[in-house]
């Protein structure tokens, strides 16, 4: 008995001996600064050089010996990319990693509601998760300056006060996750051509005002844990390492505790990488390392870095400052207490895609109610489908986001299921694009050239729509090179392939032809007046089209607003009126400053085809009564405006009310309209209800450049209370003493 009493007490004092010794780091239940700390101490210098650059395409080293684990990234910010090899884009051929594509982000931030973004957060890091990787590549807020820019559909518009409420939920429901969101690309990214050297010019006003604050609000109310750097450069250094972005914005201003992860390639030299922020490389690839042994011991913040540190020409402060920001996002992440499993491919991610390709389509024009389209029991009605988007897979190509779906529903598949025996849904291609090689496959041939006769192909759509019923056009960009592709830029607004020419001659074969235009830009269009229905579809990804099919047939009452200016031509754009795009190869200077998208359109009063914010629904909604709680207010003080708004048609629907604040009286040349406030709602058919926003210094405010702040004039403000930003419906002023 003596004996087992003893083993016993050995036995305890063993367990709470060993349960005491676990080290600091490894104990989840402990403050992730103490961990961090604990951590970086047992660290040898290799290991800290290790895990601050890449080990493969996507990952970087852990500590093996400390079982601290690997970092696996992955874009983003559709969909969870497809596995690739070691050291390579190509796509390695798994069979477990078809993901949930989800509608693209201009589409999210069309859809106005921040419910949406938590939800396309929540199921995109779900898919992350369980894919095992903890860094997600996205979401991507570089502002809409031009429609030429080929990733602007990865981004979300030209307004910083929607794309900064929009981002804010998505970063959260992917951290939620144990994932990191990775907002990109920070910052100016916002053109192609040129990328990888363009220096921007820009003044401080139109820096802070339009260009920054959706990174501001990733990280002050998102709270997300890494950053990308951009490819450009800003007062002639590289974003990815830059003392001002990096250094003094990102991380002193705006305290950010977080990973700033170069662009793929976007890190060109060590020194800079080392003092201007930039705490992890990742995709630099030169010549040399192709058969190189060790080809990651090349990159600017491995082997020479160490070099640096063991000649005694830089300390390890900076370097300890890096180490402590991974270390940070491991505990965060992949070694954070009671992280969730995650999900993939599963039917509620499906669902969720469905729901926000629904909620962003906008219906741009709607005359007689040509939609939504009316099926009959008794009359089966032809329906022919034109053009290639309608069967085109379109959630591959366009640079990084591309992806491997489980599934893609076409808006032709979609039409087809949906009208089911009630119609007869046919095809005609009516255009098509050349071939291109496959992205990212290992061994792609370059397609054989062949000879598209457009005219051809127009003739055979055209007569067929004069023997239907009703056409549907599905057309628009699509992801090749030099269309919604990383990479490159669109050569003009127009659309590609003719298909002005075939819009034109459908409508005049047949009247009754809706057109769906998918793309990630605006594009001009000629035939507008001519043309009864028009839908922007953007790109929806696995759900595209069903929810293409449920606006169409009305089970869907469509709500999505613009989130950028439709201008009419290319010279409407500030950036082009001003003669300021792409630059010379070495700079550009955006010299329209702060007067972006509708910002110009107010100030030199052009009226677009199509203004931002506008998105019209099968029902209407009445706006009245805008009321101010107060008529005269201190700087300090907030003022509540509100609005009445009133569902006056036949259906259900949502309206997204948008409140603009106008400076009446300024010192200096402001945006006659600013975007400060939206709220979606939903009414029942004749149900009316009270919107209130409240307004405080930060809305009425500008960037003072003299003075490096924020400040706020004494005047009259008006709020304006739109349906978009061209239909202003009620307006109320109030006065700062
Ligand atoms: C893109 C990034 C992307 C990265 C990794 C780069 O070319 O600019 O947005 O996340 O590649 O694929």
Known sequence: MKIKLTAVAVFIGIFFASAQEKPVYLNVDKPIEERVEDALKRMTLEEKIAVIHAQSKFSSAGVPRLGIPE????????????????????????????????????????????????????SIGEEARYRNKNILLGPGVNIYRTPL???????????????????????????????????????????????????????????????????????????????????????????????????????????FDGVVISDWDGTHDTKQAIHNGLDMEFGTWRKEMETAPKPYNLYYLANPYYELIKKGEVGTEELDDKVRRVLRLVFRTNMAKDRPFGSFGSPEHSQAARKIAEEGIVLLKNKKSTLPISLYKKKKRNILVVGENAVKRLTVGGGSSSLKAKYEISPFDGIKKRAGSLANVTYAAGYKSPAVKEQDVRDAKEPEKETIDLKALRNEAVRAAQKADMVVFVGGLNKNSGQDCEDSDRANITLPYEQDLLIKE????????????????AVAMPWADDAPAIVEAWYNGSEAGNALAGVLFGDVNPSGKLPFTFFKQLKDFSAHAMGEYPGNGTNVSYR??????????????????????HGLSY??????????????????????????????????????????????????????????????IYLKVGEEKTLSFVIN??????????????????GEFEALFGSSSEDIREKVSFKLK
């Open 71 to 122: 970092n696996w990234a992955t874009d983003g910010p559709h969909g969870i990319r497809a596995e690739v090899f070691w050291d390579e884009w190509n796509i390695a051929g798994w069979t477990n990693d078809s993901c949930i594509a989800f509608p693209a982000l201009t589409c999210l931030a069309a859809t106005w509601n921040t419910d949406m973004a938590a939800l396309y957060g929540k």
């Open 506 to 521: 459908l409508l005049k074969a047949n009247k009754n032809t809706v057109v769906v235009i998918i793309s990630g830009n």
């Open 619 to 680: 029902t209407t909604f009445k706006y009245s009564a805008a009321r101010v709680d107060k008529k005269t207010i201190s700087a300090n003080d907030s003022v509540t405006v509100s609005v009445k708004v009133k569902n006056t048609g036949y259906r259900a629907g949502q309206e997204v009310v948008q409140l603009y604040i106008n400076d009446v009286v300024s010192a200096i040349p402001r945006p006659r309209q600013e975007l400060k406030g939206f709220q979606k």
């Open 149 to 255: 820019n080929g990733r602007n559909f990865e981004y979300m518009g030209e307004d910083p006060c929607l794309a900064s409420k929009m981002v804010v939920p998505y970063i959260k429901g992917v951290q939620e996750n144990g994932v990191a969101a990775c907002v990109k690309h920070f910052a100016l990214n916002n053109q192609e051509t040129d990328r990888y050297k363009v220096n921007v010019n820009i003044d401080d006003r139109a820096l802070n005002e339009i260009y920054l604050p959706a990174f501001k609000a990733a990280v002050k109310e998102g709270d997300v844990w890494a950053v990308m750097g951009a490819y450009n450069k800003y007062m002639g250094e590289q974003a990815s390492h830059n003392k001002v972005l990096l250094n003094d914005i990102l991380k002193k201003e705006w305290q």
């Open 697 to 714: 210094k930060d809305d009425l405010s500008y960037y003072n450049e003299k003075h490096g702040k924020w400040i706020v004039e004494r």
């Open 592 to 613: 329209e400053s702060v007067f972006v998208g509708y910002r110009w359109a107010n100030r030199m009063r052009i009226k677009p085809l199509f203004g931002f914010g």
